[in-house]
């Protein structure tokens, strides 16, 4: 019944006359449930709990309350403790130093806090660039020395 491509949200729905609904409201997979509702198509893709899936009339809804609560995803950098450094980076266990160091700056790159200077992020956001600019400065740091400490061994 539902895709791989949608979302759904658990809902209660109450509609002018009085009669109340509850079931799954299916959405795009990219899709708030704020951003259903506020479009201007006339129908809201509604599944009953029973199964029964209908399309309601957006002016006949008088409220949509979520069952569940609605939680934005949240942005959390790789726990540093548990940080695999060749993963971090991209890059499987032998790769060439140089190899190395163009994933290291390809990377430095994207997540470079002056990229983001001066734009209006969330706070969450800047923290997460941040916070994903050092791992990887950390994790080519570790992959070099590692590598400089096996060069050394072999000589």
Known sequence: MFGNNQ???DVAVELVDGMSLTGKVVTAAG?????VLSRETPFLDFTAADGQRQFLAKHRIAA??????????????????RLDC?????????????????AFHRLAK???????SG???PG????????????????????RAEYQSGRRAAQ
């Open 124 to 143: 969450e956001v800047v923290r997460y660039m941040n916070e994903m600019s050092r791992q990887i400065n950390l994790a080519f740091h570790a992959v």
């Open 64 to 81: 949509v309350t979520p069952l569940e609560p609605l939680r934005k995803p949240e942005l959390r950098p790789a726990d540093p403790d």
């Open 7 to 9: 979302k759904i949200f």
């Open 86 to 102: 060749f993963e971090m980076l991209g890059l499987t266990r032998g790769v060439s130093l140089d190899d190395a160091r163009e």
């Open 110 to 116: 994207l997540y470079h806090p002056d990229r983001i």
């Open 119 to 121: 734009m209006d992020l």
């Open 31 to 35: 899709s708030s449930l704020e951003g």
